[in-house]
């Protein structure tokens, strides 16, 4: 790939929105469920959110898959990353005016034949703010070619690379064929999340697969790597999501444990600290006005605060079966990533087939 591309050459813009009636995606929800709808709140105290039923429609055509990744930049644009093949990748505006799709351009872009490889491997999402310009950061899940006799083949994705906003390709960690000056092979076997310290520093779960955490600094020097599979400390089951945690006077890196139930937390040189335990399959975090939000597969998030300790749990949805999730609009099913812009507002993407992503709205 010539370095000077870009990952995804071609957009859909709002015009071409308005001209495929994305206009009438709300029509999708009746006005009457959305009028219903805007009355439901989560939490409690000074921790409240309400729901904004309307928000995040798609336009005709389109639909999100199994819900990847959420996050929001300076400008408080949205971008939202699922297991789908049209969009790959949905911006919108602070509004909630969708001003971009990215769809069979980051397949062949990325060394893909088709849209349904990208399907396959889409995971992880994290921005980061390097000397004032933003990045993001894509984490790929592995997966298997099938040849023309129906037999599983040769593997593909395992990778993370840095890209700007644009989607200019800057670095690829992982799976690569070839090692260059912008591209190093690394033993990831499945990762699923990154992380950036405020010194640059840069960190990887594998948390599909190796159950390893690896450190590089910011020009990619990899520095340390510790973990493996297991229950002790410094051990994982499923290490799904990192954070660099900066609530605290000390920056502190926090792992989602997920099949363990439990927050684990290091120091920057990755070196153990604490843990933080009773949750249900916690998946990643987001930081903001003092507080973490983790989002858990197990039907809720959790917000912390500096100290640890519970602040709310919202949306408990436990015991409600997928297929009904819908007819609870105050209730989650599978949160497994979330973000909350300048003004507060919460949104959260769900591992649901039809990809249910929805903002929340603080309440004073």
Known sequence: MNRSEYLFPVRHTRRDFLAMGAMGAVAMTTKTAIAAQEAVTLGGGSCRFKLDPAWGQLPSGMKYGLGCAIVVDKQDRVIVTSRSTSPCVAIFDKDGKLQETWGK???????????????????????????????????????????????????YGARVYKTDLKGKVLYTLGMVEKESDTAQKLDLTNPTDVAVAPNGDIYIVDGYGSQKVHRFSKDFKKLKTIGGRGKDHGQFNTCHGIWVNTLRKEPEVYIADRANNRLEVYSLELEYKRTVPDFRLPCCFYQQGGRLYVPELGARVSVLDDQDKLVARLGDGQGIADADINQHPGKFAKPHALTLDSKGNLFVLEWLPWGRVRKFSPVA
């Open 105 to 155: 351009e980051f397949a062949s872009a990325v060394g893909y034949g088709s849209a349904e490889e990208v399907q396959a491997t889409a995971h992880g999402l994290y921005l980061a703010e390097e000397n004032g310009t933003e990045y993001l950061y894509w984490t790929e899940n592995v997966a298997r070619a099938k040849g023309a006799d129906g037999k599983v083949g040769k593997a």
